[in-house]
């Protein structure tokens, strides 16, 4: 199972959050490609072999989508293996900007597309042939959660998980089959401002 850890932290905030040497073994989202110093750190990692996913925003197609290219084409100057495409919609009418940003990254180099709409979502976004997270939100409602809607491999993003319930949130996840996500006793309202406070919550069993 890949560990996915959207990174939102400034670095100039928690410069010790972006040490090459702690997040190996990670795939890291980044944002910000119009700031030097995200520039820097996403280099740095690059160096090191750490694989880094650029942030986009699709806000559930509320942004217009000449807002949404140009912020994936921001990334085809960076050394970032692909692009995270946040806020996802899900309706099927919806589809079609998705597709198009999806095309932008693929024919920008950006290979890898993770779509987080962090909910189960229409069959049609299946055809994109993309990494889907089906599911993000707290310890409790992934608990609640039946599965309906997932498919193996899917991602999996579980914040507020308390630290002596880690081993079975884990295990759940991989239970669930899920191909890649995260773990973390961190919470609302800012569950990835930097590493999980226990390092092992970036190791789901699996």
Known sequence: MTVLLPLYVHPAVAPAAWEPDRLRGTTVVVDGHDD???????????????????????????????????????????????????RAPTAP???????????????????????????????????LDVGICTFEGGWPDYQRWTGAGGELGDGHLVYSVPPAQLPAARRLMTWRGAGFGLVTDRGLPHPYGGLPSRLDTLTPAG
């Open 36 to 86: 030097p110093a995200y520039r820097r750190v996403t280099a740095r990692l690059a160096a090191a072999g750490v694989p880094v996913l650029g942030y986009v925003d699709l806000a559930r197609a509320t942004r217009p989508l000449a807002d949404v290219l140009d912020d994936v084409e921001g990334w085809t100057g960076h050394p970032v293996g692909g692009v995270f495409l946040d």
């Open 93 to 127: 009418s919806a589809v079609g900007p998705v597709a198009l940003a999806v095309r932008a990254a693929r024919r920008g180099g950006l290979s890898e597309v993770v779509l987080n709409p962090g909910t189960p979502t229409d069959p049609l976004y299946r055809r």
